[in-house]
């Protein structure tokens, strides 16, 4: 049965329909499901990008499931779905929380805390994959480590010692083995004082700014520590030093308290030549301190290494690459999804669906090249289905190709539709704008150009 069209996705169309210059914004990052907690991870010339996922209209951290994304150029990210969700930890009660996922070996390690129903206290576990992308299974059957405290990072020396930091209100780490899933050398607790990490104003029982979200890193020889400072509402600091363990030395503010949700969470990586900073805000409609969306930034690092301060934008950054028309595309691939939604496809991975009429994506900077000749979607349509229109630049350019499709019986009953393209040219923004009657019109699972 197909969902309601939820007030956040009316409310998404409806301030789009009146905020000059929104049609323009990349940040948030998803547009059709709020996301918090980023943990970018750069593997094979892509971000992957792990967050969890707050419920509509929650009034606490209701998360239930985790979500995976991912993207070759910053500006447009596929929706991987949800490989892992408090179900796949058998002992787990509630709240999948934030976390961080690492590659070794081949194999893809995602850390999160979640509620030990056993003993009712927020402890760690561990997912194992052989993709980025999942299925994640429980690597453990129980938590890795358990003290109540939450938001692990984790962080692969040169040396191939991988740490697993984690804490709220204190900061801890393991050594963990080779394997992962396992550590050595018991629970250790790093100091939190004032020259490590900064004095809190009035900070009582938490005399520094650290309060939680660690992020793990090194860069050059020195070791860092991005954190979210104060409560509440945070804002984004750091540390730095000259090992893994210490000591810390307390660097200031990267992102100042912006963006109207009371939390923020980091989570840096360079990819492609540049340096990028993920974080979350209340940016989407309906958005809040319990409804939070992620958003990234293009940096630089001073020429000493410091962070510089860095400020939420709507723009979000230049696009680090061009999209190839020429070969597969997934339509949950978006830059910008106006009105849809996405769910997982019989086909494999996932496909867009709650598609009405005057709905859109776009996608940046395709590069078109000497010129396309013709388009074909992959959809699926219960109902009468409609017209797939391919536009230049926005909802609202240059018409260069149409594509009706028809009904085909099902939601998930798949066929392939071509039409004849003219004027697609040179590297450009795509818009696929779906028109037709009432009610849903069809759903698409990838798309493709032919020279
Ligand atoms: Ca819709
Ligand atoms: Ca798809």
Known sequence: ??????????????????????????????????????????????????????????????????????????????????????????????????????????????????????????????????????????????????????????????????????????????????????????????????????????????????????????????????????????????????????????????????????TNHPGLVDFKGSSYFFYHNGALPGGGGYTRSVAVEKFAYNADGSIPTITMTTGGPPPADTLNPYTRQEAETIAWGSGIETEPASEGGMNVGWIENGDSIKVRTVAFGAGAKSFTARVASAAAGGTIELRLGSATGTVVGRCAVAGTGGWQTWTSVSCPVTGATGTQDLVLRFTGGSGYLFNVNWWQFAA
């Open 1 to 262: 049965m197909r969902r309601k069209l939820t007030c956040l996705l009316a409310a998404v169309v409806a301030a789009l329909a009146v905020v000059p210059g929104a049609a323009h914004a990349d940040n948030p990052i998803v547009q059709h499901i709020y996301t918090a907690d980023p943990a970018p991870l750069v593997h094979d010339g892509r971000v992957y990008l792990y967050t969890g996922h707050d419920e509509d209209g929650s009034t606490y951290f209701t998360m239930k499931e985790w979500r995976v994304w991912s993207s070759s150029d910053m500006v447009n990210w596929t929706d991987h779905g949800s490989p892992m969700s408090l179900s796949t930890f058998s002992w787990a009660k509630q709240d999948a929380w934030a976390g961080q996922a690492v590659e070794r070996n081949g194999k893809f390690y995602w850390y999160v805390p979640v509620v030990n129903r056993a003993t009712g206290r927020m402890a760690i576990g561990v997912g194992v994959a052989d993709s980025p992308t999942g299925p994640f299974r429980d690597a453990l059957g129980r938590p890795l480590v358990e003290n109540g405290e939450i938001d692990p990072t984790v962080f692969i020396d040169d040396n191939g010692q991988a740490y697993l930091y984690w804490g709220n209100p204190n900061l801890w780490y393991v050594r963990l083995n080779a394997d992962m899933t396992s550590y050595s050398g018991g629970v250790n607790q790093i100091p939190l004082t004032t020259a490590g990490f900064g004095t809190r104003p009035n900070g009582g029982s938490r005399p520094t700014m650290y309060e939680e979200g660690p992020w793990v890193y090194k860069r050059n020889g020195t070791y860092y520590n991005v954190f979210a400072a104060k409560c509440c509402s945070e804002f984004i600091a750091y540390s730095t030093a000259p090992g893994p363990t210490g000591p810390w030395t307390y660097r200031g503010t990267v992102m100042p308290t912006q963006g109207s949700s009371f």
